[in-house]
């Protein structure tokens, strides 16, 4: 491997930047939308969220949560029904310092950490609409981040491609509301793109490390069940690791090395790190999982495999059924979603490089079989956007598998073109579906969420929103994404 020059590490700077303003650009326009689109506490659990950033922005770390007044359960009234529209909520905010309590005790911190920002300077509902405004731009900031370490020069348009399919419909309202689900798409992608970058392309570079260091440890600090993804995400790169005999050989040889020369050092770092694991353990992992399995119970028909015929409805809420499950996008889109997605894993498989097939099948099992594993320990419990993470990974390393077919090059690029108009035409039309069952409910007309709207978000109209959706992101998007496959040739 040559050592890069300062002119390299120039280079390198400048094409990074580059594609991460594109990315933001491409994805942060959106995801204002997005949080516009949407009622307040529309989102899963989004209330809660809420309530915790701010008693975490008031010193408050454990229930009941200091709040300044939000309307916990306003949401309720359109919830059960995809034909009550959401302008029955009635968003009045109470006395400022009310306390709350929530089912976000147990969270790892991360999350509402960062998601408490805004509330130390806002608050009421302006201050929630600001709040999702900075979750949407932390998201598109960490997600830009993957992209200018995946996407260099020389290194083609699939890594491109598989970063945009990795972000579903359902990805984009949750980075778009209070919801540290939306985190964890985005983290996800930090790491499996830095370890893509480490695998594929041989790069050592200290960042590629830090990237892969800040996803996997965010995603233990945002989700509960954390460890869980990132146990998924090894997995699926055991075989990419054990396919190269030199790669093993040159990493026993350098932890000999560095033992050998500096042994003190590394039993001081080591005992250090096992420490830190310990107390990371003890902190966060016991305590999840012990509630866990305390609250398990398997309801139903009391089977310990109801898990399997949950798969279907899973994938569907992972792809695009909204809020506190009560707004689908469409059986056409999902459908959409399924061949687009299947038909990049299914020429990864096929045609992509045993280690990096295999991956892809890990990661296609992964998908499967995680639904029926929770079953056997809670059901119903699992919801479909905790497959977020397995997804974006599952499409990162498929693509680079597709990558190493050495498809026909008409083929390729006609496949490349096909798969992110696909992807385009599904986030437009999902955005104006979510839009339509909070506005005229699901069954309301096309235009009527223009014409005849029950509900408008409080500081646009739908109007204006489709004004604003065809000028920032239905034209915008493919001369962006045409930049962005040109900074990657």
Not at 117 to 128: C, D, E, K, M, R
Not at 202 to 215: E, H, I, K, N, Y
Request: with cysteine.
């Amino acid at each position: 491997m040559s050592v890069p020059t300062e002119v390299d590490a120039q280079v390198a700077r400048r094409s990074f930047w580059r594609v991460w303003s594109l990315t933001v650009a491409l994805l942060f326009p959106f995801c204002l939308l997005w949080a516009a689109a949407q009622p307040m506490f529309a989102g899963m659990d989004e209330a809660a969220h809420i309530a915790t950033a701010q008693g975490f922005s008031r010193g408050d770390f454990s229930e009941p949560f200091e709040s300044d007044g939000l309307p916990m359960e306003e949401q309720g009234c359109y919830n059960p029904s995809e034909l009550i529209t959401a302008d029955c909520a009635n968003l009045v905010w109470g006395a400022d310092g009310t306390e709350v309590r929530t089912k976000t005790d147990d969270y790892p911190p991360g999350f509402h950490a960062v998601a408490a920002i805004p509330a130390f300077f806002v608050s009421g509902l302006g201050g929630t609409y600001v709040m999702r405004a900075w979750m949407a731009a932390v998201c598109c900031a960490i997600i830009g981040w993957a992209a200018g370490l995946l996407l260099r020069p020389g290194r083609g348009r699939w890594p491109v491609l598989g970063l945009v399919m990795g972000v579903l419909p359902m990805s984009m309202s949750v980075m778009s509301t209070v919801n540290p689900s939306g985190m964890a798409v985005a983290l996800t992608a930090l790491a499996v793109s830095g370890l893509v970058v480490r695998f594929r392309w041989d790069d050592r570079r200290p960042m590629v490390w830090v990237a892969v260091g800040v996803g996997i440890v965010g995603l233990l600090l945002v989700r509960r069940d954390g460890l869980a993804w990132v146990v998924v995400i090894a997995a699926m790169f055991v075989p990419i690791v054990l396919a190269d005999s030199s790669r093993r050989r040159g990493a026993v040889a350098a932890i000999r090395s560095a033992i050998g020369s500096h042994a003190r050092a590394s039993l001081a770092i080591g005992a250090a790190t096992f420490v830190l694991a310990v107390l990371a353990t003890v902190l966060f992992v016991v305590p999840v999982l012990s509630k866990f399995f305390e609250r398990s119970e398997v309801g139903g028909n009391g089977s310990r495999w109801q898990g399997l015929g949950e798969i279907q409805l899973n994938l569907q809420q992972m792809v695009g059924i909204l809020g506190r499950i009560h707004g689908f996008v469409g059986y056409e889109l999902y459908t959409m979603v399924m061949i687009g997605g299947g038909l990049l894993v299914a020429l990864a498989v096929a045609s992509g490089r045993r280690d990096w097939s295999w991956a892809t099948v890990i990661g296609v099992f992964a998908l499967l079989a995680t639904p029926v594993a929770f079953g056997f320990v809670s059901f119903p419990y699992f919801q479909g956007r905790y497959l977020f993470p397995i997804c974006v990974a599952l499409m990162l390393v498929a693509s680079v598998g597709v990558a190493l077919a050495g498809l026909p090059h008409g083929i390729e690029v006609r496949l490349q073109v096909g798969l992110a108009s696909l992807w385009w035409i599904i986030h437009l039309f999902s955005f104006w579906q979510a839009l339509r069952r909070y506005s005229v409910t699901r069954i309301g007309g096309w235009w009527d969420v223009v014409s005849n709207p029950a509900w408008e978000p409080p500081m646009v109209s739908n109007g204006a929103l489709f004004v604003l959706l065809v000028l920032l992101v239905a034209v915008p998007t493919p001369l962006i994404a045409r930049r962005l496959m040109r900074a990657v040739d």
